[in-house]
């Protein structure tokens, strides 16, 4: 086992944010977890899990150990009589195994085409896009316990998901039975999906409608979805490659009826979406959008110029030009005084800050 110190974060954050770990050890498999329980010092320090990095703002060096997740492997287990099971490791890339599972003839994750990320961290914010969530393909993972190196296996159920959340971004509370939560105790290690045999389009999105129109096809194939979702965010979302971002940096937040007509009654143009609960989602893109946000830039730190809702590093990070995580959250701060202000809604963020 190699303990790698003093690690550059950089290339491991998509917000190339500049910090260090101070610790950092690659986990390629179940072995790789036992290795670090079984040496006496690493296995009380506390543990930071890192996947694709795509998800979070690194506020300074990481002094817990990081675990870098590059666990391999993607495969086809035995079908069920209507879903592929397809297991691919949690260090594989998201989009990778999107476009492999369209390659092998087990289509049915393209809406979720191009999202930045990991497998393994895929389920901890049930990622999603385009009308479909991990939790709609999602059979089960294989965890192992940061104590005690116990692997096992949970269904959906048991994941707990929630629009961009479930029970990995929780913390356990012993005086609340109901909130056993595995934040920071757990290591995904490999990911089942259920992909159903008879493949049907997961269509109804208004950029989805606006694309088949255009293109004047309304029965589109796979591929053909899997392009447009990728032309789609390409159009409006930046390449972290290239600017460094997290994705939205806030969820879509939901209100009563009663507030949304309260809005509606002083901006008529709210973008709002009625939930099956009777609730309704607001589009927060759309509230940072009206509060002037969108173009701004504060020290390094910026709203995204074609999508409000993300936040952008505007530097390289060479020569000290990058935005400091401190600079993001301030930034973070401000848009959500503001959206308070103007409409009392408290935006809450989406990446984890460490
Ligand atoms: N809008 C504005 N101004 C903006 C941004 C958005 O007016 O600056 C309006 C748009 O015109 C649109 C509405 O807000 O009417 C919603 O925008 P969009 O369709 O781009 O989706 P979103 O709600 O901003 C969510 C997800 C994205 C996902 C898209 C597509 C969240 C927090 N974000 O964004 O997920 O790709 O829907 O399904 O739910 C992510 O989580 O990192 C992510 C990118």
Not at 136 to 146: K, V
Request: glycine share 10%.
């Amino acid at each position: 086992m190699l303990v790698e110190k003093n690690v550059p974060l950089q290339a491991f954050n998509t917000f190339h944010i500049v910090a260090k770990a101070h610790s950092l050890i690659r986990i390629r498999s179940e072995e790789d977890v036992r290795a670090v329980l079984a040496d006496p010092d690493l296995a009380v320090s506390p543990k930071f899990v890192l996947g694709g990095g795509s998800n979070i703002v690194l506020t300074g060096d990481v002094k817990p150990v990081v675990l870098k997740v590059e666990i391999a492997g993607k495969r086809l287990l035995q079908g069920t009589p209507r879903h592929y099971i397809v297991e691919a490791g949690a260090g594989e890339g998201w989009h990778d195994l999107v476009a492999w599972t369209l390659e092998q003839g087990y289509p049915g994750l393209e809406n979720m085409a191009l999202i930045p990320g990991t497998v393994g961290a895929a389920p901890v914010q049930n990622i999603g896009a385009y009308g479909l969530e991990l939790q709609d393909r999602f059979d089960s993972l294989d965890a192992i316990d940061l104590q005690t190196g116990q692997v096992f296996t949970l269904n959906a159920a048991q994941c707990a998901f929630g629009y961009r959340d479930s029970i990995f971004k929780h913390s356990s509370n012993a005086e609340l039975l109901q909130a056993l939560g595995l934040k920071d105790r757990v290591l995904i290690l490999r990911v089942r999906f259920a992909i159903p045999k008879a493949w049907k389009p997961v269509l109804g999105y208004a950029d989805l409608e606006k694309k088949m129109a255009e293109q004047h096809c309304d029965q589109p194939t796979a591929r053909q979805i899997f392009d447009w979702i990728c032309d789609i965010r390409r159009a409006k979302l930046p390449d972290p490659a290239v600017i460094g971002n997290a994705g939205s940096f806030f969820k879509n937040p939901t209100v009563t009826p009663e507030q949304c007509a309260d809005i509606i009654a002083r901006d008529p143009k709210v973008v709002h979406y009625l939930l099956a609960d009777g609730s309704v989602k607001l589009a927060a893109g759309w509230l940072i959008d009206s509060c002037g946000w969108r173009g701004k830039t504060v020290g390094h730190a910026g709203v995204y110029e074609k999508q409000a809702l993300v936040l952008v590093n505007r530097g390289t990070g060479n020569d000290g030009d990058g935005a400091t995580g401190g600079e993001v959250m301030t930034l973070a701060k401000a848009i959500q005084t503001s959206v308070y202000e103007r409409f009392g809604i408290q935006l809450e963020p989406e990446p984890v800050v460490i």
